[in-house]
């Protein structure tokens, strides 16, 4: 069996991710991957956070992290009892612990999110999307942004 790896970061696309990650999953009787990466926070001067609370910052992070990820994954088991679905949650950039992610665990497939940013946004700051496109050795499932509703 191999798997579907869905990376989420607790945003708006979520849902949609794993929607599309589980539908995908019964179709080609794979099993879900749901991977949370936790990013260090960025230190941006010498003023920024002491050692100590940089550590305390990253294990509360953590500690919240796998906590919605125990709550999704109940929610799937109960939505989805069909499709075996597991958890990892790494600590690190994400581009590079997506991409050994699907190394390791053989995935037949990514389903990532897009959250839509404007092109000026992704030339000044690089999406995580366009980096694991670029550099995945299976294929990758883009799940467009939740529409928001129109006034």
Do not use: W
Not at 3 to 32: H, K, M, Y
Not at 36 to 56: C, K, M, R, W
Not at 69 to 82: F, S
Request: hydrophobic letters at 40%; a negative charge; aromatic letters at 4%.
């Amino acid at each position: 069996m191999k798997t579907i790896l869905a990376p989420i970061d607790f945003s708006t696309a979520t849902e949609g991710v794993i929607e599309a990650a589980c539908t995908l999953a019964r179709v080609t009787q794979n099993r879900v991957l749901l991977l949370h990466i936790v990013q260090p926070p960025v230190l941006t001067s010498d003023y920024g956070l002491a050692l100590e609370n940089f550590q305390e910052a990253v294990e509360i992070s953590e500690k919240h992290s796998a906590k919605r990820l125990g709550e999704i994954t109940d929610d799937l088991r109960r939505r989805y009892p069909d499709i075996p679905v597991e958890t990892k949650q790494v600590s690190g950039p994400p581009i590079p612990e997506i991409l050994d992610a699907s190394l390791i665990n053989d995935a037949a497939y990514i389903v990532m999110g897009s959250h839509g940013h404007n092109a000026f946004y992704d030339l000044l700051v690089g999406t995580t999307t366009h980096g694991v496109l670029r550099k995945a050795i299976c294929p990758v499932v883009i799940v467009p942004p939740p529409q928001r509703a129109k006034k």
